[in-house]
């Protein structure tokens, strides 16, 4: 069985889709977890196969269950809760590989069913009748991505989702576990080579034993820390690897404020975006290649490396000949400039150039630093590539402070909007990779010819007087703060009563800076109430 959790991975990912309809065509049973009915997820076709486009499809979910936003946390303690009044836990796998199980079993049967039903919008017979396919299911794997990330209660509800799997003795068993749908593999660096605000004190180590690096002594920023400490002025320089900060970033005044606060801004960047308008005293653009053209760096073919959503690292080779012969990669660039920072420095010790000239250098660097990156030069030239080593999913071994897997056990919360208020989430069009959007249309819902538009219920619709396509404005207030932002125009969408959605990056604006998930820091992207009038 698989769960799909959220406003679904594959809107974005065709190829998580194309997974998908292999696994119903093998026989997998698919469960969909969505404020929105997605197209794609009923009449899948494949964009690369005829057959398929010409078709009537593949219709991938088995079953629907149409959650209120911000109501999955409440939803999944349900199914937890009928598998315990059922019995059907893992008690085998529990005893042997968990800890908390006695209080998270009390905390669910405790939890009364009316606040379940209430906080998910989905009906007590209707999360039974799910739950107890989940119960009976010998292997399952449930999928989420930002649809998930982006509440404040993100961690909390993610943490749920993991206490289901633990009761059923999910995870390290074969066909089943956790699968967090991540980025495009630009985004993997967190894994693959350590790029995080906060490092391990063991990363840091083996960066000074491997090039000389002394270990920091104060924490980094994350993207939203960032913005903040742009606007006070203290962050003074930004610098953007790839990426469209303005518009990806939540908050988009703030963000932009901030980044004209800078005295210098740098954006290495393969094409132009709207970040490349909004500057810093300095703003300078610094044009690379892109990972489809040929990098002859250092005079003979390079290649680089990435991992997929799946852990999966496997070279990336350009074939295309490069815009211009003047383009250098990013490897280079980032070489050149901390090659100039030594020197103004007076430190050395780091061959920047050596690197900048022979990739295979960097991975032999990288397999001392992180740990799975044996043999990284080797491994990485085989057909496919080679998974990253995952304990639990490997042999069942925990790397936690227990040594065991640990149920969490967390109260249930939800936003609630005032009467009058909507539970707002943005979304992202099937014609849209992150903040590019190629067209106006989005194939997956059905809305063609624009994007500034209010999918919402028909009841809210009635109740409000509007007719479809009327031009309403939306506002957000959050610490005193309001913003607000004009010309949508209202869809009529089979979306939960008091939730509405809108695309990003459009609805950033709304987004307020300092609403973010608990923990991670996360901003609310999927859960934000608003004020929606009429023009």
């Known amino acids: 069985m698989i769960i799909v959790v959220g406003q679904n991975p594959g809107t974005n990912h065709p ?10 065509k093998n026989g997998a049973s698919i469960i969909s977890i969505n404020p929105l009915i997605e197209t794609g997820m009923i009449r899948f076709k494949h964009p690369q196969n005829p057959l398929e486009v010409l078709g009537y499809g593949t219709e991938i979910s088995d079953e629907h269950v149409r959650v209120c936003l911000n109501g999955d946390q409440a939803l999944f303690r349900g199914f937890a809760k009928v598998i315990l009044e059922r019995s059907l836990e893992d008690s085998g796998f529990i005893s042997t590989f968990t800890k908390g199980y006695e209080d998270y079993e009390k905390l669910v049967r405790n939890t009364s069913w009316d606040e379940i039903s209430m906080l998910s919008g ?3 017979k209707e999360i039974q009748r799910i739950g107890s396919l989940i119960a009976k299911s010998k292997a399952t794997i449930c999928c989420w991505a930002m649809g998930l990330t982006q509440h404040k209660n993100s961690v909390a509800t993610i943490q749920e989702i993991s206490n289901l799997l633990l009761l059923g003795g999910h995870v390290g068993r074969e066909g089943a576990g956790l699968c967090p749908v991540r980025g495009h ?57 790839g990426g469209n900060f303005i518009s990806a970033m939540s908050d988009t005044n703030a963000t932009s404020e901030a980044i004209r606060n800078c005295s210098l801004t740098v954006q290495i960047s393969t094409k132009p975006n709207r970040s490349h308008l909004i500057t810093g005293k300095i703003g300078i653009i610094l044009p690379c290649l892109g990972r489809t053209e040929r990098d002859e760096s250092g005079g003979s073919a390079q290649f680089v490396t990435v991992e997929n959503s799946m852990g999966v690292v496997h070279k990336s080779i350009g074939t295309r000949s490069p815009a211009s012969n003047n383009l250098r990669s990013e490897a280079s660039i980032v070489s050149g400039i901390a090659l100039a920072i030594e020197e103004k420095l007076g430190f ?32 990485c030239r ?62 997956y819902r059905g809305i063609y010819s624009g994007r500034r538009v209010v999918l919402m219920n028909k009841s809210d619709m009635e109740e409000n007087s509007w007719e479809e396509f009327d031009e309403v404005s939306i506002t957000s207030e959050f610490d005193q703060k309001v913003v ?5 125009r209202v869809v009529e969408y089979d979306i939960p009563r008091g939730n509405v ?27 934000v109430i608003v004020n929606i009038t009429s023009t």
């Open 348 to 379: 050395s010790g780091i061959m920047w150039k050596e690197l900048a000239a022979d990739y295979d250098m960097i991975r032999d660097s990288i397999e001392k630093v992180v740990p799975g990156f044996d043999s990284y030069n080797e491994r």
């Open 185 to 241: 593999s630009n985004v993997q660096g967190d894994r693959t080579v350590g790029i995080t605000h906060n490092p391990t004190s063991e990363f840091m180590d083996s960066l000074r034993r491997e090039f000389g690096i002394q270990k920091l002594q104060t924490r980094g920023l994350d993207s939203v820390g960032a913005v903040k400490s742009m606007l006070q002025r203290e962050a003074r320089v930004f610098l953007s690897m």
């Open 15 to 24: 190829r998580m889709l194309t997974a998908l309809r292999n696994a119903k």
């Open 501 to 527: 959605a809108t695309y990003f990056p459009e609805a950033n604006v709304l987004i307020p800076l300092n609403s973010v998930a608990d923990k991670s820091n996360t901003p609310t992207s999927k859960s």
């Open 484 to 488: 607000k932002s004009d010309r949508w």
């Open 122 to 124: 989905v009906e007590r």
């Open 382 to 443: 085989e057909n496919g590539g080679f998974y990253l080593p995952n304990p639990p999913r490997d042999s069942r071994i925990f790397p936690t402070k227990t040594g065991l897997a640990n149920f969490i056990s967390n109260d249930l919360v939800a936003i609630s909007p005032k009467h009058g208020e909507f539970l707002m989430m943005s979304i992202r069009s099937h014609d849209q990779y992150n903040t590019t959007v190629y067209t106006d249309n989005d194939r």
